[in-house]
């Protein structure tokens, strides 16, 4: 086949059937565990202003470097959503919903970087936020509600990272310690970290590269700055995932990508992945992001969840597979096509799922269609079944063998043949 002359863009994909239906049901089950924990929806638009992203920080790579941001036609400087914090803090400012206020939401994301393995340029995630309280346990019931989501994928070797950034002036002050730290190491740091460490000096902890293992493991540790209500609130998340039973280990390298967090930051593992890829998803407490948009004092936290990775995981685990897609019946109809139109429309009112052939082609063709189609019995409508009032029924899953029955129980044949 020739090579097409459009095809996707890098780093962007056609999800189809039946990978579609599972990250339609991925979605699904993410708002079963968030709305029956009081969560709402919220959709934001995929197109904002980029200044509610810059306002993120622009030492975060996904401000400075990989964001789509363009002008409109009325010159107005827009980006696409790089990451949904953002946009749901400002739909918060923009709308003052009383508070706590507890939201979920799922869609694409966009961000301009390199396409690999679990990486892509347009990529959806799965988030859930809480503004306007500043209880640990909070904290603890959000963090809780990403472990039962994994739980409810069927995953079970997802790890859960914790660790807290103090309060602003704590992690201030850590910054400004790692900052001299690095700086007096920065000879022994890869070049990479040595350009990292011009911009901000938190993210040389993120870095995975081998030689910078040593220096970081040397670096002063954010325990030692906590502040006594930063101590208190960490140890309250940490008492209340105890008493979830919820297992965690205390990472305090885990500074995560964004300048904004404060607080708890964590970050779900997966058990499987190689470890630049092996975040399935992360947050933290942002307070300070609401009042940067224009808002009041507001506190905040959230995670993000990705889809790919998750999946890539599942796939690893063997859980949560793709399903073929099923129909309850497919009809063949070989009287001309109209007995087919009437039959489909008839089954699908009944609440059965129901295919047909077209262009009323020969049996043979419209049967191949038909083993193709997933569906679990193909209706055979012939002279003689339309002259008797009959169908055929033939299943195509197993070998039982054909019958034909009255056209006026086929609805409760096939619902009591259903699984
Ligand atoms: P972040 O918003 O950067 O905290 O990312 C949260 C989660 O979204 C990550 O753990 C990944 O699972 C996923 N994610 C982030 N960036 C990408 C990307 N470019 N492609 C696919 N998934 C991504």
Redesign the pocket.
Known sequence: MAVPEFQTSP?MRDILAPESARWRAFVEVFAGVAESAGYRQVMSPLLEDLGVFQRIGDATD?VSK?MYDFADKGGRHVALR????ASICRAFVQHRPPTPWKVWSAGS?F?Y?R?QR????????VDLEVLGSNDPHVDVEIIALGWEFYRALGLTQVKLLLNSLGEPEDRARYVAALRSYFESNRDSLSPESQITLDKNALRVLDSKRHGDASIIAGAPRIVDFYSPDAAAHFEGVQAGLTALGIPFTIDDTLV???DYYRHTTF??AGGTLDSA?N?????GRYDGLVESLGGPATHGIG????????LIACDDEGVFTAEPLALDAFVVDTTGGLEALQLTAELRAAGLSADRAYENRSMKAQMKVADRSGAAVAIIIGSNELEEGAVTVRPLRNNDGQQTIARSTLIDYLKKARP
């Open positions: 780093g996904i990989e790089p990451e949904l914090t994301q961000r970087e396409p679990g990486r892509f340029r347009q990529f959806d995630q995560r990508g964004l970050e779900y890829q975040a399935l998803g992360g947050g995670f993000a969840l990705g889809l790919d990775r998750t």
